[in-house]
């Protein structure tokens, strides 16, 4: 089946970088698009950034001019670089893809397991 795995997560003091990675392994025929999600303690799900197969980005508010996606469509992988981290950008961070597994399949939504992002002040 198919996986995505994260990585890249960690402890940063408020102003420093980090840059996350998501890889997709396994039965894919293709990924439309690739999009990275936060969940902070108490808080919904929200949105981070997505990009599309053709190099579409779409931002949140909160994160623009802060954050970059990007993707390799040849390594099913998306990347997040995170600069100016706050505090408040203190989360677990979902990879997200929406692919089908062969020509013939409908397109599905696959979640990653999540990475901690910790910004202290």
């Known amino acids: 089946q198919v996986q995505l795995v994260e990585s890249g997560g960690g402890l940063v003091q408020a102003g420093g970088s980090l840059r996350l990675s998501c890889a997709a392994s396994?039965?894919?025929?293709?990924?439309?698009?690739m999009g990275w999600y936060r969940q902070a303690p108490g808080k919904q799900r929200e949105l981070v950034a997505t990009?599309?197969?053709?190099?579409?980005?779409d931002y949140a508010d909160s994160v623009k001019g802060r954050f970059t996606i990007s993707g390799d469509n040849a390594k099913n992988t998306a990347y997040l670089q995170m600069n100016s981290l706050k505090p408040e950008d203190t989360a677990v961070y979902y990879c997200?893809?929406?692919?089908?597994?062969?020509?013939?399949?409908?397109?599905?939504?696959?979640w990653g397991q999540g990475t901690q992002v910790t910004v202290s002040s």
């Open positions: 396994g039965r894919i025929f293709r990924i439309n698009a």
């Open positions: 997200n893809a929406e692919m089908r597994s062969t020509y013939f399949s409908p397109t599905y939504m696959k």
């Open positions: 990009i599309t197969n053709g190099g579409v980005t």
